[in-house]
């Protein structure tokens, strides 16, 4: 089987104020780190341009959206160029007046904006509004080819959801993608917390052993006060992470540092563990067809 | 939100050989233990009531198959009745001469047989040859309603894929059961051991995460030779294991050991998982058709 070596980085960051600019810089500032260690890819996490301004329903948050292709497309695209990189970046997206997505938007050395994924399954929780903002995606699952691969890009709330894992893997994804942006309200308990925490791991670990292929996660760490009176803040539980096509951790970041992670890996070897454990030979595919309902009732 | 507190149990045990009135004899035992403890729902592991004999494929094993009602259903439907529980046992069904299944049968205190589920996904690997013995269920994927509620029961090779798991879940399953027999080739090395058994449970850790309910999986432990010669046998990895609807282990068996589980669930507590995580309200229902595909080419 082919060998397919590439090294892949991730960044993960707090974020202390609005000025896009100046987060754009910092985040260049380590992507460029990781592409001086090699990395080939690197992705950023959820909605890096600013705070997560999601913990309220302010209309005035519409001024942060940009354009595609607008100044943030103009910065990153020029990054990935010059550091001769695939570099995967999320940004709110203003799509027309009225109309904005979570969308993520992939760069690939000198051949420029190769592809873009919008989120398609949208979370409106406390603290977590994004009904408000965001449209669902109108992309489907489609992987984004570039120079290493096709990428499967996702984002947050997706990776609650099989489908959309199982999807970009038949869709011919090497490697999943998910920059996300997800904490502990302070005010649950230690177990509660570490409840959660696990269920996040292990739920994007099942996709890629459910598909028998790597998954990087790129979390946003720190806390953001809540700008609405009593409400919790959020406390963005960091430990992004790579993990294999067996599902195992290859690199897990810290809770509250900002820290990159990078590793290398053989693409090749989706194809040895696909051989061994070959799940996709024995899908029942006469008989998933409800999966398109709402509920068995 | 209702509590719906149950007693659940489980048992893992070796199997050293093909008598399988006295293999049933001694699941039994540890069946009665169980309820004993106050277990309404037992699970036993899958074929338990001989050797894993797909390590071969051997027509004379077809003497092995049990028709439904038979000499098994009539020994297990009774002791349910005796002890007056909900019992889920695993059986190599004879449906017709040629015509064989993989099938867990649940049986329901005192009103015997409620309701059979074909394993639907089959393996077919060395030393796991279930595709000579089992034809593919013709069940689909329908909870089984007993007294204690609706049992999600899959088998062993369904526990890689959510598809399965979600549409029980969506049929409106608290709990999903996992009869199982999968262990180590020895002649692997331990970090490969280590990963086939964690992506093991997570796989199903996960199918708790996505859908809200809890899993409980047992599976078999000990050595069994392979009749082949020069083929390594299967070490069953035991590790049977209970987790609440966040995928959290409630209570986990040992490798080598035989072992009951007993833990007590409050069926009600997914609700209250689902609501504060309602990843069932947001699906993509108009963007999963494909799954029902082979693949996306």
């Given at each position: 089987m082919e060998r397919r070596t590439v090294k892949i980085g991730l960044v993960q960051q707090a974020v202390s104020g609005n000025n896009r600019q100046e987060n754009w810089l910092l985040s260049a500032e380590q992507v460029a780190v990781l592409a001086e260690q090699g990395a080939e890819l690197v992705l950023l996490q959820e909605l890096?341009?600013?705070?997560?301004?999601?913990q309220e329903e302010n209309a005035a948050n519409f001024d942060f959206a940009e354009t595609i292709p607008g100044e943030a497309t103009v910065f990153f695209e020029a990054l990935a160029r010059r550091l001769n990189i695939v570099l995967v970046v999320s940004l709110f997206e203003k799509r027309a007046p009225g109309l904005h997505h979570n969308t993520a938007v992939v760069f690939d050395r000198d051949r420029g904006m190769v592809g873009k994924y919008r989120k398609m399954h949208i979370p409106d929780d406390p603290g977590y509004y994004e009904k408000f903002y965001f449209s669902p995606g109108?992309?489907?699952?489609t992987p984004i080819a570039t120079s290493i691969g096709k990428l499967g890009v996702l984002i947050c709330w997706d990776q609650w959801y099989p489908e959309a894992a199982r999807l970009m893997a038949m869709a011919g994804a090497d490697i999943l993608l998910y920059p996300t942006a997800i904490g502990w309200d302070?005010?649950?308990d230690s177990e509660e917390k570490q409840r959660q925490h696990s269920s996040w791991e292990i739920i994007q670990r099942s996709h890629a052993v459910a598909n028998g292929l790597p998954v990087m996660v790129a979390n946003r760490t720190g806390f953001e006060v809540s700008p609405m009176s009593g409400a919790a803040g959020i406390r963005f539980w960091g430990q992004s992470f790579i993990a294999g096509a067996?599902?195992?951790?290859?690199a897990r970041a810290g809770i509250d540092s900002e820290e990159n992670l990078l590793v290398t890996l053989d693409l090749g070897r989706s194809e040895q563990v696909r051989r061994n454990w070959p799940f996709f030979r024995d899908r029942r595919i006469d008989a998933y067809r409800e999966i398109s309902r709402c509920w068995l009732d």
């Amino acid at each position: 089987m082919e060998r397919r070596t590439v090294k892949i980085g991730l960044v993960q960051q707090a974020v202390s104020g609005n000025n896009r600019q100046e987060n754009w810089l910092l985040s260049a500032e380590q992507v460029a780190v990781l592409a001086e260690q090699g990395a080939e890819l690197v992705l950023l996490q959820e909605l890096h341009s600013t705070l997560y301004f999601c913990q309220e329903e302010n209309a005035a948050n519409f001024d942060f959206a940009e354009t595609i292709p607008g100044e943030a497309t103009v910065f990153f695209e020029a990054l990935a160029r010059r550091l001769n990189i695939v570099l995967v970046v999320s940004l709110f997206e203003k799509r027309a007046p009225g109309l904005h997505h979570n969308t993520a938007v992939v760069f690939d050395r000198d051949r420029g904006m190769v592809g873009k994924y919008r989120k398609m399954h949208i979370p409106d929780d406390p603290g977590y509004y994004e009904k408000f903002y965001f449209s669902p995606g109108d992309t489907g699952f489609t992987p984004i080819a570039t120079s290493i691969g096709k990428l499967g890009v996702l984002i947050c709330w997706d990776q609650w959801y099989p489908e959309a894992a199982r999807l970009m893997a038949m869709a011919g994804a090497d490697i999943l993608l998910y920059p996300t942006a997800i904490g502990w309200d302070d005010q649950d308990d230690s177990e509660e917390k570490q409840r959660q925490h696990s269920s996040w791991e292990i739920i994007q670990r099942s996709h890629a052993v459910a598909n028998g292929l790597p998954v990087m996660v790129a979390n946003r760490t720190g806390f953001e006060v809540s700008p609405m009176s009593g409400a919790a803040g959020i406390r963005f539980w960091g430990q992004s992470f790579i993990a294999g096509a067996q599902g195992e951790i290859l690199a897990r970041a810290g809770i509250d540092s900002e820290e990159n992670l990078l590793v290398t890996l053989d693409l090749g070897r989706s194809e040895q563990v696909r051989r061994n454990w070959p799940f996709f030979r024995d899908r029942r595919i006469d008989a998933y067809r409800e999966i398109s309902r709402c509920w068995l009732d």
